[in-house]
């Protein structure tokens, strides 16, 4: 309901300037020139909402999910450079600086002047590079941070060449009640930037952290805990993450996603656990107790089920097992006593982290492990391959209302996608799937 709610919320801001333009009074043009327009117009509204998706606001991103708000933002903007791309060739009618006088609502001419002209092609080919960038990110020569900072400084001047173009060129654009539209659409998108890169390390600044412990838990996995400097605890659900940033101020683009995978319930200290991926994270090892760290979140919407539910199928893949620890933990910690089981998928068996807390919590008659390797051991006795049909069978085939259960998925994007299909094959209801993607594309 909340994400069909958001949903007709932004269909509502993006089709508003087509009812405008609808009912503006002025005199139709030919079929092209009016779709044309009608492109650029949706184009510009989605264009800007883009700022607010990609604004963390938990507002949106705790009802629908981190990874559906930012897949919903780069649909969109894939969608956003398809009109645009369409929108200067569809026109008929010829472009003219200043129409005569005569043609009183200029009608036979495109009242183009030279700056319009200008500040409608450098933001007609800034949004081709910077959504081409952002797909093809990963074969870039450059860090992630420089990438982000690219993206956004390039999306502000995108913001400002098309509210130009549209207030000078556009034809309905220049009516009061669609000029106040656009202002109003561009100041909620310069908030949503302020908001991200000012106030809210503005806020974190009353509330640092201090790194307690770094350790290598299994192979490029660490543990790091890091708990508040006032040692007011972070209020935040089991299954949560935050964006991190380790280092003397708030104010850095250096801040990576990770799943809390402590529970609330045992007190001040927020543990993550990390795969060594990249810059960040190979760094890990470097970090010494006491550094400063900082906290935006927790954000995200994979939480303990309902009383509803009555069961709790977890399905991890990896580090993927982070939030499903913190669920586990938590459980544990409240006497949530209703069946659990865990399905954990790794590649080796040195990847597996907490083996032992995994099989203390086992001993617990409500809780069910099972590990599954792509290259076992020799003498492996748990399951081999990957998550599929066969171990999500073997998982849960043994609970009668396994289907009545809610499911939680976390990991790679190939992981979920097959625990997902195995899950709806077995007759689990799509809308009692739960999952994280820890990579948005
Ligand atoms: C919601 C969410 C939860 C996650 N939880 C965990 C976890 O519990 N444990 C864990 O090991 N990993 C987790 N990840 C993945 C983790 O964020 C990346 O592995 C990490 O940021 C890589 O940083 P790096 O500097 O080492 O590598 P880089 O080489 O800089 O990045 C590698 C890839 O990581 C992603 N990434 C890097 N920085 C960011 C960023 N600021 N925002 C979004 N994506 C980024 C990008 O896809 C990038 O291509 C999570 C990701 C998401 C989206």
């Known amino acids: 309901m909340p994400a069909l709610f958001l949903l007709l919320a932004y269909l509502v801001v993006v089709l508003a300037p087509l009812a405008f333009a609808w009912t503006s009074g002025m005199p139709a043009r030919p079929f092209l020139d009016e779709l044309s327009t009608g492109l650029a117009l949706v184009a510009f509204a989605a264009m800007l909402v883009e700022f607010v998706l990609s ?132 100041g909620l998108s310069a908030a949503s930037l302020l908001y991200v890169y000012l106030v809210s390390p503005l806020l974190r600044l009353r509330s640092p952290y201090k790194v307690r412990s770094v350790r290598r838990i299994a192979e490029r996995t660490w543990e790091l805990a890091i708990a508040p400097a006032d040692g007011k605890p972070l209020s935040f659900e089991a299954g949560q993450f935050v964006w991190l940033n380790i280092g003397p101020s708030p104010f850095s683009l250096r801040e990576n996603p990770f799943s809390i995978s402590s529970a609330p319930a045992s007190g001040d200290r927020v543990e993550f656990l990390i795969k060594e991926v990249g810059d960040f994270t190979r760094s890990l090892g470097t970090i010494q107790p006491g550094a400063r760290a900082w906290i935006d979140g927790p954000h995200g919407s994979l939480a303990i089920p309902g009383p509803d539910a009555p069961g709790i199928g977890l399905i991890a893949g990896g580090v993927g097992v982070a939030p499903l620890l913190s669920i586990l933990r938590e459980m544990r910690a409240t006497g949530d006593r209703r069946p659990v089981a865990l399905l954990y998928g790794n590649r080796t068996e040195t990847q597996i982290a907490y083996r032992e807390e995994l099989e203390q919590l086992e001993a617990e008659p409500n809780v069910t492990v099972r590990h599954v390797l792509s290259e076992p051991p020799a003498g492996w006795q748990g399951f081999v391959g990957g998550v599929n049909t066969e171990t999500t069978a073997a998982t849960f085939d043994r609970f009668d209302d396994a289907n009545r259960w809610t499911y939680l998925l976390c990991g790679p994007p190939g992981m979920i996608d097959s625990a997902e299909t195995a899950l709806v094959e077995r007759g689990v209801p799509s809308g009692s799937i739960l999952s994280e993607r820890f990579v948005y594309d």
Request: aromatic share 12%.
């Open 55 to 186: 604004g963390r606001f938990r507002a949106i991103s705790n009802r629908i999910g981190m990874d559906v708000t930012m897949r919903f933002h780069q649909l969109f903007a894939r969608s956003v450079v398809v009109l645009v791309l369409l929108h200067p060739f569809l026109y008929t009618t010829p472009i003219m600086a200043y129409p005569p006088p005569w043609d009183v609502t200029a009608q036979g001419f495109l009242g183009l002047e030279m700056e319009s002209l200008i500040t409608g092609l450098l933001a007609w080919i800034l949004l081709i590079v910077i959504v081409v960038t952002a797909i093809g990110r990963d074969a870039l020569p450059y860090s992630y941070e420089t990438w982000r900072l690219g993206h956004g400084m390039g999306s502000v001047l995108l913001a400002g060449f098309s509210t130009h173009h549209a207030l000078e060129a556009g034809r309905y654009s220049s009516h009061e009640a669609l000029s106040t539209f656009w202002l109003i659409l561009l």
